[in-house]
């Protein structure tokens, strides 16, 4: 059974399209066209990316065991402003691509999130910024700028809105090919 996949990953460039075939990939760039082995195949690593206000990215990266990758993500881009979410199309291109891979090589590793040594200091950063606003805008108080501490409180949300989902959804963890992680996933 043949399953595609073509997407934009930037707004200024061209597609790339994904032929899943058997034991085989076919990566389509337009200048460029690779055969994957899914046997070399060393690690699946699914993340979630922050994208604009209202649009979420999922990315799915693949190593190969000689360390040269490729990658797709659930957003194609049709120009600098306008991103459409591909939504049924990489839920199923992703399930099938981890399967084919399971079954071509059953050592392949299968992730979810980013690697420990970039999510701890992430998360740490993240923390020490909220601990901080939480201090300005207790300050800010205590001075009776209540104007400045409103501000504060304003950053604070939106910091908390756009980083939380960044460090909760992106915690190292290992997934099974057969059970993908469903909230790095677009919903269907």
């Known amino acids: ?27 389509d760039s337009g200048r460029k066209v690779h055969e994957v082995q899914l046997g070399a195949v060393s690690t699946v690593r699914m993340t979630f990316e922050p994208g604009r206000l209202a649009q979420k990215s999922f990315r799915t990266k693949v190593t190969m065991k000689d360390g040269k990758s490729f ?30 891979i399971a079954r071509a090589n059953p050592q392949a590793r299968f ?30 108080m205590r001075m009776g ?12 949300v939106v910091g908390v809105w756009q980083i939380e989902p960044m460090i909760r959804l992106n915690k190292p963890r290992p997934f099974r090919a057969g059970e993908l992680p469903a909230e790095l996933l677009p919903r269907s």
């Open 71 to 100: 990658t797709f993500n659930s957003l194609n881009w049709k120009s600098l402003v306008e991103a459409q979410e591909l939504t049924q199309e990489y839920r199923g291109f992703t399930q099938a691509l981890c399967e084919a």
């Open 111 to 140: 992730v979810a999130g980013k690697p420990m040594g970039l999510w701890l200091p992430t998360s740490a950063l993240a923390i020490a910024s909220l601990l901080a606003m939480a201090y300005l805008i207790w300050q800010a």
């Open 145 to 156: 700028a209540t104007g400045v501490a409103l501000l504060g409180a304003l950053f604070a």
């Open 1 to 27: 059974m043949t399953q595609t996949y073509t997407h934009s990953p930037k707004p200024f460039g061209g597609p790339i399209s994904f032929i899943l075939k058997g034991d085989r990939l076919t990566v």
